[in-house]
């Protein structure tokens, strides 16, 4: 029950919600959804941070940049298709 408790908490807030809509299109980096969500790079890292906690995303080390993927699981989830719906 706490599980699911944790993965409610992670999507609870609006800025998570866009970051998956966003991550859906392709792998982005820190600097690329900081700027699509308009805020600072610590603010959308600590974002970030709650997704991968609860294993919404991924990260993936591309040279100096990380980017961070939707996981496969949440893909095939009944949830992600309605996120994606809007």
């Known amino acids: 029950m706490k599980n699911i408790a944790n993965n409610l908490k992670a999507i609870s807030s609006d800025r998570r919600l866009t970051i998956i809509q966003f991550l859906h299109e392709k792998p982005r980096n ?3 959804i900081a700027f699509f969500l308009k805020v600072t790079s610590p603010t959308a890292s600590f974002h970030l ?4 906690q609860e294993s919404f995303v991924v990260s993936e080390r ?5 980017y961070f ?3 496969p ?6 949830f992600y298709k ?3 719906q809007g």
Do not use: A, C, N, P
């Open 82 to 84: 309605h996120v994606l």
């Open 69 to 71: 993927i939707v996981t």
């Open 49 to 52: 941070r709650k997704l991968l």
């Open 62 to 66: 591309r040279g100096k940049e990380t």
């Open 30 to 32: 820190l600097q690329e």
């Open 73 to 78: 699981q949440l893909r095939l989830s009944k």
